[in-house]
T-cell receptor, first 114, second 113 residues
């Protein structure tokens, strides 16, 4: 079956540091890949997505590239801010966009210190 | 436009009691999903409604869980009787179609003591 593995936190960084959160997946076929974010006190929000190999998703300075050869979708940001503190979830779906049968990782708690 | 809303935000109940969680999807969204995150583990799919019909309930853990979606609008998820292992955060999401972005609610944190 499908599965997602992401680095476990908490990950603590200083403001303006470079961020990488690793995510690898196991899936049959060609899934779509997502990063969701949950800010304190809020619901899950779609941060970015990629629907086919070599696609790069980007939003709010975050980027992730769909690497089929390494089955990875690592999240990166060049310079993090305190407001980026949140829990980040990597996920995959057999469909292109919706929440149909999403498979999530365990989540990575990111803490950015001023 | 209001997003997906869930009620209550937090519930603490004793083992053996009954709890009902409610989800109000975004107006016009036919697809409604329930997910659950048990502490320290992945967010897991529970079930999927299309309008008032259950499209997929393969993720429901056992028959103590009952989900309904009356008239294809809001949905309820009842746990009866609750067990300690049911503790976690229950998320609801809705989308216009299976292929379009799903919007999640804030979640209901259920604690069974």
């Amino acid at each position: 079956g499908n599965s997602v593995t992401q680095m476990e936190g908490p990950v603590t960084l200083s403001e303006e540091a470079f961020l990488t959160i690793n995510c690898t997946y196991t899936a049959t076929g060609y899934p779509s890949l997502f990063w969701y974010v949950q800010y304190p006190g809020e619901g899950l929000q779609l941060l970015l997505k990629a629907t086919k190999a070599d696609d790069k998703g980007s939003n709010k300075g975050f980027e992730a590239t769909y690497r089929k050869e390494t089955t990875s979708f690592h999240l990166e940001k060049g310079s993090v801010q305190v407001s980026d503190s949140a829990v980040y979830f990597c996920a995959l779906s057999d469909l292109r966009g919706g929440a149909d049968g999403l498979t999530f990782g365990k989540g990575t708690h990111l803490i950015i210190q001023p | 436009e209001a997003g997906v809303t869930q009620f209550p935000s937090h519930s603490v109940i004793e083992k053996g009691q009954t709890v009902t969680l409610r989800c109000d999807p975004i107006s016009g969204h036919d697809n409604l999903y329930w997910y659950r995150r048990v502490m320290g583990k992945e967010i897991k799919f529970l079930l999927h409604f299309v309008k008032e019909s259950k499209q997929d309930e393969s993720g429901m853990p056992n028959n103590r869980f009952l989900a309904e979606r009356t008239g294809g609008t809001y949905s309820t998820l009842k746990v009866q009787p609750a067990e300690l292992e049911d503790s976690g955060v229950y998320f609801c999401a809705s989308s216009q179609s299976r292929e379009t972005e799903a919007f999640f609610g804030q979640g209901t944190r259920l604690t069974v003591v």
